[in-house]
C-alpha cells in the first residue's frame, strides 16, 4: 500500500493514522506500507505483523535495466514526512533479502520497537538492514526486548541512524545483536560522513552483543551516556 502527496511545497500538515495488526507479509518484491506525504504527521502502529522471505532481485540493478522496485521503496515498511511517530510491537522480520526493513526519513521522529525480532537479513548497498532512520531536527529510538540477529548491510548491519546537526537520543533495553556483519559499524552506526548530531544521547540497558564481524562504531561528535 502507497500513501503519496502531489505537494511540492510545505503547507498546513496532513494528520494521518495507520493501524496495521495481524499481518504476514510473504514472499513480495514491494512494500507492505510505503508513507510518501511530506507535509504529513504520522501516528502509526505495526503489532503482531510477520515479514519474510521477500526480496529484490539485483540483476536488473546491476545491468543498468529498470529494476523491479524501485530505490526509495526498497524497504517493507517506510515513512517520509514532516513528522513520524511509529510503535512496532512483535515485529517478526526474517529472511528478506536486498530489502529493508524500516525506513524513517523526517523532519523530527518517535520511533519505539518493542518485543520484536529481527533476523537473517541483508541488504547491499544501503545502510541499516532492520532500520534506517534519518531526521533533520530530532529523532527519538527505543528498542526494549528485541533480538537482532545476521543482519548484514554496508553500514551499521542492523542499525542506522543520524539527525545531523540536531538532536538524537537513543535507548535500548535488554537488546540482543547477534552474528551482525557491516564493513562499518557492524552493530549500529550514528551519523554518516563526518556528518553526526550536535547533540546525542546514547544508552543501553542489559544489551548483549556477540559474535559480530567488523565491530567499530562512528565515533560520537557530543558525550555519550551509557547506563549498565
Not at 10 to 17: E, G, I, K, M
Not at 25 to 52: M, Q
Not at 105 to 124: F, G
Request: hydrophobic fraction near 35%; proline fraction near 4%; glycine fraction near 4%.
Amino acid at each position: 500500500m502507497k500513501i503519496l502527496s502531489a505537494a511540492k511545497k510545505l503547507l498546513d500538515p496532513v494528520y494521518n493514522s495507520i493501524s496495521c495488526c495481524r499481518t504476514q507479509f510473504i514472499s513480495n518484491k514491494g512494500p507492505l506500507i510505503s508513507v510518501n506525504v511530506p507535509t504529513a504527521v504520522t501516528n502509526e502502529i505495526y503489532r503482531d505483523i510477520k515479514l519474510h522471505h521477500n526480496h529484490f532481485n539485483l540483476k536488473d540493478y546491476f545491468l543498468n535495466l529498470k529494476p523491479e522496485v524501485s530505490l526509495p521503496e526498497r524497504s517493507l515498511l517506510s515513512s517520509h514526512s514532516r513528522e513520524t511517530r511509529a510503535k512496532f510491537i512483535r515485529l517478526n522480520c526474517y529472511y528478506n533479502k536486498n530489502v529493508r526493513c524500516i525506513k524513517v526519513e523526517s523532519s523530527r521522529a518517535n520511533i519505539d520497537i518493542q518485543d520484536s525480532r529481527l533476523s537473517n537479513l541483508e541488504v547491499t548497498r544501503h545502510r541499516g538492514w532492520s532500520l534506517s532512520l534519518m531526521t533533520y531536527i530530532n529523532a527519538s529510538l527505543r528498542i526494549t526486548n528485541s533480538h537482532f540477529r545476521k543482519n548484514k548491510a554496508d553500514i551499521g548491519g542492523p542499525l542506522f541512524a543520524n539527525s545531523p546537526k540536531g538532536f538524537l537520543k537513543i535507548e535500548h533495553t535488554n537488546v540482543t545483536f547477534s552474528y551482525c556483519r557491516a564493513n562499518n559499524g557492524c552493530t549500529i552506526f550514528v551519523g554518516y560522513n563526518r556528518s553526526g548530531p550536535h547533540n546525542l544521547f546514547f544508552g543501553l540497558r542489559n544489551v548483549i552483543i556477540e559474535q559480530n564481524t567488523n565491530v567499530r562504531l562512528l565515533k560520537f561528535f557530543l558525550k555519550m551516556e551509557m547506563s549498565s
